[in-house]
């Protein structure tokens, strides 16, 4: 059996590499019988964007930076995570089941292409499922949906969704209720991710260090972290994204040793969708910002786990109490993988 994942996999954000190959694992080990492949496919803009990101900046270290992370994630994916070369051409649909998700593919209106009839299942008349699918930000009404989005949507087997705004969207078309799954990068650990044999294993730590993962944070909220890790005479550490106010940037690392860093980190601080699901993963004490863009995505996960007291604006010495939802983080797991699973069985 032949199956293809259709999502933005080929991406410079750490979280996304993470989340794409973390589902093409799970169906690898899951399923000894089928081979399982990154569709080629990603619109131009996407790609171009991506290419782009963080270069276009003035400051010359930052360039520096952002040039040297391009060029380290780009070899990590061709000749670590052995990941296809993106193409501006649509595949053939020649495969036995499609995989769409995990990722914004159903923001119709996302800032870098816009639609795309492809991500919705136009064309495909194989089997598809969609597994903890987002439509991100997007302010939708039903009513004004083209009848395009509607019936190809409504010729996938099952769905599955990440957040309450694409919940509501998909019950809104179907008049189904679909299971809103976890994220795939808490289905597994791949060995590529693991955090093992990082580079900067052998990284001289002077201090421990609050790990920063994003760009989203207020003039207020950057005063409040400096005092707190000056109070705690912690380093403040900036990995992917640059920070001019950290005491160091390191942007040439790939998603092996970003997982390495979360979990050598002291405490962890982001204004990121995966910075807050990969810390509580490796159950790290964190806070978050919250960007607007990625409100959506991330509301779902802190009210089901009463992690609202976790805003940066609430800074303080106490302790995540990972105990007390360890039942319940582990239950919709399996719930997930399940029923990921049996769409693969039925």
Same mark, same amino acid.
């Given at each position: 059996?032949?199956?293809?994942?259709?999502?933005?996999?080929?991406?410079?954000?750490?979280?996304?590499?993470?989340?794409?190959?973390?589902?093409?694992?799970?169906?690898?080990?899951?399923?000894?019988?089928?081979?399982?492949?990154?569709?080629?496919?990603?619109?131009?803009?996407?790609?171009?964007?991506?290419?782009?990101?963080?270069?276009?900046?003035?400051?010359?270290?930052?360039?520096? &930076?952002?040039?040297?992370?391009?060029?380290?994630?780009? &070899?990590?994916?061709?000749?670590?995570?052995?990941?296809?070369?993106?193409?501006?051409?649509?595949?053939?649909?020649?495969?036995?089941?499609?995989?769409?998700?995990?990722?914004?593919?159903?923001?119709?209106?996302?800032?870098?292409?816009?639609?795309?009839?492809?991500?919705?299942?136009?064309?495909?008349?194989?089997?598809?499922?969609?597994?903890?699918?987002?439509?991100?930000?997007?302010?939708?009404?039903?009513?004004?949906?083209?009848?395009?989005?509607?019936?190809?949507?409504?010729?996938?087997?099952? $769905?599955?969704?990440?957040?309450?705004?694409?919940?509501?969207?998909?019950?809104?078309?179907?008049?189904?209720?679909?299971?809103?799954?976890?994220?795939?990068?808490?289905?597994?650990?791949?060995?590529?991710?693991?955090?093992?044999?990082?580079?900067?294993?052998?990284?001289?730590?002077?201090?421990?260090?609050?790990?920063?993962?994003?760009?989203?944070?207020?003039?207020?909220?950057?005063?409040?972290? &400096?005092?707190?890790?000056?109070?705690?005479?912690?380093? !403040?550490?900036?990995?992917?994204?640059?920070?001019?106010?950290?005491?160091?940037?390191?942007?040439? !690392?790939?998603?092996?040793?970003? $997982?390495?860093?979360?979990?050598?980190?002291?405490?962890?601080?982001?204004?990121?969708?995966?910075? $807050?699901?990969?810390?509580? &993963?490796?159950?790290?004490?964190?806070?978050?910002?919250?960007?607007?863009?990625?409100?959506?995505?991330?509301?779902?996960?802190?009210?089901?786990?009463?992690?609202?007291?976790?805003?940066?604006?609430?800074?303080?010495?106490?302790? !995540?109490?990972?105990?007390?939802?360890?039942?319940?983080?582990?239950?919709?797991?399996?719930?997930?993988?399940?029923?990921?699973?049996?769409?693969?069985?039925?």
């Amino acid at each position: 059996m032949r199956a293809g994942i259709i999502t933005f996999y080929w991406s410079k954000n750490l979280g996304a590499l993470i989340q794409a190959l973390s589902l093409k694992n799970f169906i690898e080990i899951e399923f000894s019988n089928i081979k399982v492949d990154f569709e080629k496919y990603l619109p131009k803009d996407l790609v171009l964007r991506e290419n782009k990101s963080q270069l276009n900046t003035k400051n010359p270290i930052k360039w520096i &930076k952002a040039k040297k992370k391009k060029s380290y994630i780009e &070899k990590w994916k061709i000749n670590v995570a052995k990941m296809p070369l993106p193409s501006f051409e649509k595949n053939e649909f020649n495969k036995d089941l499609y995989i769409y998700g995990s990722d914004e593919i159903w923001n119709y209106d996302n800032p870098f292409f816009k639609f795309d009839e492809y991500f919705f299942g136009d064309k495909n008349l194989n089997i598809k499922i969609a597994y903890a699918v987002s439509i991100g930000n997007l302010k939708f009404n039903i009513n004004n949906l083209s009848e395009k989005i509607k019936n190809n949507i409504l010729s996938f087997k099952n $769905i599955t969704v990440r957040d309450k705004n694409t919940f509501d969207f998909v019950t809104s078309i179907t008049k189904k209720t679909p299971y809103i799954a976890c994220d795939p990068s808490l289905l597994i650990s791949p060995e590529i991710i693991s955090g093992k044999n990082s580079k900067y294993e052998s990284y001289h730590f002077k201090k421990e260090f609050i790990l920063i993962y994003g760009t989203y944070f207020s003039s207020k909220e950057i005063i409040e972290i &400096k005092k707190y890790a000056k109070l705690n005479n912690l380093i !403040i550490l900036s990995l992917s994204y640059y920070n001019i106010w950290a005491d160091k940037n390191l942007l040439d !690392i790939d998603p092996n040793d970003f $997982i390495f860093f979360i979990q050598k980190s002291k405490k962890v601080i982001t204004s990121m969708f995966h910075g $807050i699901i990969l810390s509580y &993963k490796n159950k790290k004490n964190f806070w978050f910002s919250k960007d607007p863009y990625r409100e959506n995505k991330i509301n779902f996960f802190l009210n089901k786990f009463d992690l609202n007291d976790r805003n940066l604006n609430l800074l303080n010495e106490k302790d !995540i109490n990972y105990e007390a939802n360890e039942n319940q983080f582990n239950d919709w797991i399996e719930e997930s993988k399940n029923n990921l699973v049996k769409d693969f069985k039925k």
